[in-house]
């Protein structure tokens, strides 16, 4: 089953009650002349575990540590939001598989050239996947992409990323005047921020429930990254929000804010459909599949990474 997104984007009152996650509003809650029949009845409940991923973006919602606990218990992401309503925190669960102790051992005790097989299996899918959104996009066959892809050797030695991504960037965005692909960088770089962190909320929440630790990863290794390895993983991925994002580039006036209609639309990220092992699924079960398939490589089972073709 797919889980849900919750988005809260005013201020807001959760609490926790038979399992459920209770929604209040604050002014309706603190309105005395309001009947209390119809103070509950203006209540929201949603079933904790249906809940994925929960956005906290605004400073005055109130949450109890009873609805925290029971979220991280069920396997939920929470991505708390700064003043600009980008992504700034990620809480998730400290366990999430029953072998944990098993897997976090064979996770560390990987060796060097086997990471360097799943990174050059990471690295071939995303530039391919990369390849497919410019020809989706733009219209445009481009072999070179292609050719990147079939290219990428063991680790990346000759780090073909690179040379791919500034292609890639330069393309997709040509309509845009002098586009780069840069973190604190101007329009649409805020959109494809508040996109990636979505996405990476939901990849470290499959590595967590996989009994894998996020912030070991098989490539990056930036000693304040916490979520290295999720970084790792979410790379193929990356290429259905640029996808998503060069849609809202498109039909929109070229405004710079995050509205709420946009932010509804990089919400989506969880559920928008993917093909994995030749089977269509959300995106969120598609990255459970890599996950597990990781462990895997990890432990001996499989040689190959699952990830999704765009």
Same mark, same amino acid.
């Given at each position: 089953?797919?889980?849900?997104?919750?988005?809260?984007?005013?201020?807001?009152?959760?609490?926790?009650?038979?399992?459920?996650? =209770?929604?209040?509003?604050?002014?309706?809650?603190?309105?005395?002349?309001?009947?209390?029949?119809?103070?509950?009845?203006? @209540?929201?409940?949603?079933?904790?575990?249906?809940? $994925?991923?929960?956005?906290?973006?605004?400073?005055?919602?109130?949450?109890?540590?009873?609805?925290?606990?029971?979220?991280? @218990?069920?396997? !939920?992401?929470?991505?708390?939001?700064?003043?600009?309503?980008?992504? =700034? $925190? /990620?809480?998730?669960?400290?366990? $999430?598989?029953?072998?944990?102790?098993?897997?976090?051992?064979?996770?560390?005790?990987?060796?060097?050239?086997?990471?360097?097989?799943?990174?050059?299996?990471?690295?071939?899918?995303?530039?391919?996947?990369?390849?497919?959104?410019?020809?989706?996009?733009?219209?445009?066959?481009?072999?070179?992409?292609?050719?990147?892809?079939?290219?990428?050797?063991?680790?990346?030695? @000759?780090?073909?990323?690179?040379?791919?991504?500034?292609?890639?960037?330069?393309?997709?965005?040509?309509?845009?005047?002098?586009?780069?692909?840069?973190?604190?960088?101007?329009?649409?770089?805020?959109?494809?921020?508040?996109?990636?962190?979505?996405?990476?909320?939901?990849?470290?929440?499959?590595?967590?429930?996989?009994?894998?630790?996020?912030?070991?990863?098989?490539?990056?290794?930036?000693?304040?990254?916490?979520? !290295?390895?999720?970084? #790792?993983?979410?790379?193929?991925?990356?290429?259905?929000? #640029?996808?998503? =994002?060069?849609?809202?580039?498109?039909?929109?006036?070229?405004?710079?804010?995050?509205?709420?209609?946009?932010?509804?639309?990089?919400?989506?990220?969880?559920? /928008?459909?993917?093909?994995?092992?030749?089977?269509?699924?959300?995106?969120? =079960?598609?990255?459970?599949?890599?996950?597990?398939?990781?462990?895997?490589?990890?432990? $001996?089972?499989?040689?190959?990474?699952?990830?999704?073709?765009?």
């Amino acid at each position: 089953m797919i889980k849900k997104t919750l988005y809260f984007g005013n201020p807001t009152y959760l609490s926790l009650r038979n399992g459920q996650l =209770v929604i209040k509003l604050p002014e309706i809650e603190r309105n005395d002349t309001l009947p209390s029949k119809f103070k509950e009845s203006m @209540e929201i409940t949603k079933p904790i575990e249906d809940i $994925g991923v929960v956005v906290l973006d605004n400073k005055q919602i109130t949450i109890t540590s009873g609805v925290l606990e029971a979220m991280l @218990e069920n396997n !939920c992401s929470v991505i708390t939001c700064d003043s600009r309503s980008m992504p =700034v $925190g /990620l809480m998730l669960p400290l366990y $999430g598989n029953t072998t944990q102790n098993e897997r976090f051992r064979n996770q560390l005790e990987a060796s060097l050239p086997l990471k360097k097989q799943l990174w050059q299996q990471t690295i071939k899918a995303k530039i391919y996947n990369q390849a497919r959104v410019l020809e989706l996009c733009r219209g445009k066959v481009m072999k070179c992409m292609y050719i990147w892809s079939d290219d990428v050797k063991s680790g990346d030695s @000759e780090n073909i990323e690179s040379r791919a991504a500034a292609f890639y960037w330069k393309n997709l965005f040509d309509t845009l005047d002098d586009f780069t692909r840069n973190r604190d960088g101007a329009y649409p770089n805020n959109l494809l921020n508040y996109g990636y962190a979505i996405l990476r909320a939901v990849v470290a929440r499959a590595l967590v429930i996989s009994g894998m630790l996020p912030t070991m990863g098989i490539h990056h290794h930036n000693r304040y990254n916490a979520y !290295c390895l999720a970084d #790792d993983i979410m790379e193929p991925y990356r290429p259905y929000v #640029d996808e998503l =994002v060069y849609n809202i580039v498109i039909n929109t006036d070229g405004k710079a804010e995050l509205t709420k209609e946009i932010k509804a639309k990089l919400l989506s990220i969880p559920t /928008l459909d993917v093909v994995i092992n030749g089977r269509r699924s959300p995106l969120m =079960v598609a990255v459970s599949q890599t996950t597990a398939s990781l462990y895997k490589c990890f432990s $001996g089972e499989l040689r190959k990474i699952s990830y999704p073709e765009r």
